[in-house]
């Protein structure tokens, strides 16, 4: 019913006019389009409406241009995004290799460091810890980093990013809570200067060191449960290295949590605050085989006040004389036979377990003697040419030589073939202080890891045993193999074998034993 055309105003400008037309109906006549989105001017020029573009050179869509410009925008957003993703893929290679440089002179430097520290170069170990420090510091700056962000989320492999991540943040934290605080603590210590002259054990300074391992123990413990909570890695570059730290920290935290256990009690056990505490050493001689290792044929005591050793004398077995009513129960003498309950103390260790074998020759000595005893100590004679071994070869009156090579031999076979009996006593009493003298006046000048390597030997074959009268004291040493207790867990139970030999015939130094189940 309206029509829309443009006139042309007298400044020049077009405008639309609306005005009623009329429709004529004619046959083969279409009917008018809708013209009502035309466009339109405004008095100043501008476009009131419409899409047409009516410029000089006549009507041009503008979308095209719209569409060319969309497509230029993002082609220039795809060429930056790409720039940026292979800059920020090169300084993240970059930053990685960084880190991997960092993590292989922190490795370098661990073996380093525990060889300053078995050496005694705690000065030279407190330098190392520095520089460890330094480079785990750096680490975990480097991988808190915007990339590494970026790169811990990204499908697939970002979960090994991460991995990463929290093994640096673990190196931090390992350093500066636990290498660098005890580096301090051991600085100008060592085995000398533990251990005088004379044998005696400063008991301030293992003190002092046991007061920093219990320090640095939780962290040690909270660094191993870390990255034992990390899992494996899918890629091989990472895992491997990965599963290498694992080991490595969890024998770090068997090694550090052993030692604060047990560190603490050292004071106590060396006579600390003038006290006197006295073991009693036993000699097992497995040329007469008994369950626990060998016959006690010659005992003594060692006594220790403020770190001050004395060897008392030892004595053939014949001290268990005259003793009466022996703590043994009826199955122990039911299953490890009736001599027990007459006082043999021969046969105390036929009982597999030490620690009820050391009772009893505790509750045998001080009977004997009167003397209280506050532990057990047990060796045999392959452990003690170990020692000698350590610390020098010893001369016996005799003219013959006891030393790292043959100590073993003579006191376990060849006395027996030159010497009667009063004189095998009075040669393993001998040998027995000699040795004592021989190794408090040496172990101050003893390669630490070479000795530290003997005693974990000793244990791992069962040649040193320990137990001690007290019974808090005995609850920490029970979690080491050195205590010789059968374990009591009834939801998973163990075979053993045992062997005693009850003829006396010193014999068994031909036996060998091969055990299959």
């Not at 301090?184 to 300074?205: K, P, R, Y």
């Not at 509750?363 to 003397?371: R, V």
């Amino acid at each position: 019913k309206h029509a829309r055309h443009f006139s042309e105003g007298s400044d020049g400008t077009f405008a639309s006019v609306d005005h009623p037309s009329r429709v004529v109906e004619a046959p083969n006549v279409k009917q008018a389009p809708d013209l009502s989105d035309m466009p339109t001017f405004t008095p100043d020029g501008r476009w009131a409406n419409g899409d047409i573009n009516m410029g000089a050179s006549g009507g041009h869509h503008h979308h095209h241009h719209h569409h060319r410009r969309t497509a230029l925008v993002v082609a220039v957003t795809l060429v930056a995004f790409v720039a940026l993703f292979g800059a920020g893929a090169f300084l993240f290679y970059r930053s990685a290799m960084n880190v991997k440089t960092q993590a292989a002179a922190m490795a370098s430097q661990v073996g380093t460091l525990q060889t300053q520290i078995l050496s005694g170069s705690t000065d030279d170990a407190q330098a190392t810890v520095t520089s460890m420090a330094a480079e785990a510091r750096s680490m975990q700056d480097e991988t808190s980093g915007f990339l590494w962000n970026l790169a811990s989320v990204l499908p697939v492999y970002g979960s090994d990013i991460s991995k990463v991540r929290s093994l640096a943040s673990t190196a931090n934290d390992l350093s500066e809570n636990a290498l660098v605080p005890l580096a301090s603590q051991l600085s100008g210590m060592s085995l000398s200067s533990v251990v005088g002259e004379d044998g005696t054990i400063d008991v301030a300074s293992l003190s002092n060191l046991a007061s920093a391992l219990t320090d640095v123990a939780p962290v040690v413990a909270r660094s191993a449960a870390t990255v034992d909570d990390l899992g494996s890695a899918q890629l091989e570059q990472i895992d491997t290295p990965l599963q290498e730290v694992k080991g490595k920290l969890d024998q770090l935290n068997v090694a550090v949590s052993g030692a604060a256990a047990v560190a603490p009690l050292l004071p106590s056990l060396l006579g600390a605050n003038g006290q006197t505490e006295t073991y009693l050493i036993v000699a097992q001689n497995s040329v007469e085989i008994r369950s626990t290792g060998g016959f006690p044929g010659s005992c003594g005591t060692l006594s220790v006040t403020d770190g001050r050793l004395s060897l008392g004398e030892f004595m053939p077995i014949s001290w268990q004389d005259g003793l009466e009513s022996p703590p043994v129960t009826a199955e122990e003498a039911s299953i490890f036979g009736e001599t027990l309950l007459e006082a043999v103390v021969g046969d105390a260790n036929t009982i597999p377990d030490f620690t009820r074998a050391a009772s009893i020759w505790q509750w045998a000595w001080q009977k004997q003697t009167g003397t209280t005893i506050n532990g057990v100590v047990a060796v045999d004679p392959v452990f003690l040419q170990q020692v000698l071994g350590l610390v020098g070869g010893l001369t016996m009156s005799d003219g013959s030589t006891l030393d790292g090579s043959n100590a073993a031999e003579v006191l376990s076979h060849g006395i027996y073939l030159t010497k009667t009996p009063a004189a095998q006593d009075a040669y393993f009493e001998e040998a027995a202080k000699k040795s004592f003298d021989k190794l408090t006046s040496s172990i101050g000048t003893v390669d630490l890891t070479s000795l530290v390597s003997t005693v974990q030997t000793a244990v791992q074959d069962h040649r040193l045993y320990i137990w001690l009268a007290d019974a808090d004291q005995q609850e920490v040493l029970s979690s080491f193999d050195c205590s010789g207790a059968l374990s009591s867990d009834e939801t998973a139970p163990e075979l053993g074998v045992y062997v005693t030999d009850g003829t006396g015939s010193k014999m068994d130094w031909y036996l060998d034993l091969n055990t299959q189940v």
